[in-house]
């Protein structure tokens, strides 16, 4: 079976803070890829980043980064210099290399980023 | 821009009355799309995945008569709810994974309301 966890359900942060989004997967799958999806308050979720799990190299993107750690099974998102625009429900899934295309989801964690 | 659609975006039925929502590939064909359920703070959950040209497959627990998948073409899936009820009101979302790749891309989801 497949697992995701999001241990952290909200965190606040004043605005240009970093902040980091955790997220822990179980998956007996020696191919699989992460995801990590944001859902603002309008409800539709964005695509951010796909990591397969050959491919440890952590990314940036802008302000966005991400740190794949297969030994502790983690795939982390940090935000860099926080804004108000990135408050939203963020989402790390995970998708097993079986085929299919199912999604597993973490329960999410809600950021709110104040002035 | 969206590469998925869904319609409506938010519908208030009757108990007891049938609604229909669509979920379309806007420019890209998908042979498999998901749906999926999501209340109110909490994660989604995978209702059932539609296969073009075949039966739906249903995760457990979910009722098939109840939640009515038809995959009508290679760019349209339909999820009809039957007999609505006020526990069926939530946020219900699509997806489906471009042609050859690894990536889901979300509908922007329906909200039901059941009075």
């Known amino acids: 079976a497949q697992k995701v966890t999001q241990a952290q359900t909200e965190i606040s942060v004043v605005e240009k803070e970093d902040v980091t989004l955790d997220c822990v997967y179980e998956t007996r799958d020696t191919t699989y890829y992460l995801f990590w999806y944001k859902q603002p308050p309008s409800g539709e979720l964005v695509f951010l980043i796909r990591r397969n799990s050959f491919d440890e190299q952590n990314e940036i993107s802008g302000r966005y980064s991400w740190n794949f750690q297969k030994s502790t099974s983690s795939f982390n998102f940090t935000i860099t210099a926080s804004q108000v625009v990135d408050s939203a429900v963020y989402f790390c899934a995970l998708r097993g290399g079986g085929g299919g295309n199912k999604l597993t989801f973490g329960t999410g964690t809600q950021l709110k980023v104040e002035l | 821009g969206a590469v998925v659609s869904q319609h409506p975006s938010r519908v208030i039925c009757k108990s007891g009355t049938s609604v229909k929502i669509e979920c379309r590939s806007l420019?890209?064909?998908?042979?498999?799309m998901f749906w999926y359920r999501q209340f109110p703070k909490k994660s989604l959950m995978l209702m059932a995945t539609s296969n073009e040209g075949s039966k739906a497959t249903y995760e457990q627990g979910v009722e098939k008569d109840k939640f009515l998948i038809n995959h009508a073409s290679l760019t349209l899936s339909t999820l009809t709810v039957t007999s609505a009820h006020p526990e069926d009101s939530s946020f219900y979302i699509c997806?489906?994974?471009?042609?050859?790749?690894?990536?889901?891309?979300f509908g922007p989801g329906t909200r039901l309301l059941v009075l």
């Open positions: 420019d890209f064909q998908a042979t498999t």
């Open positions: 997806s489906a994974p471009r042609t050859g790749g690894k990536t889901q891309y």
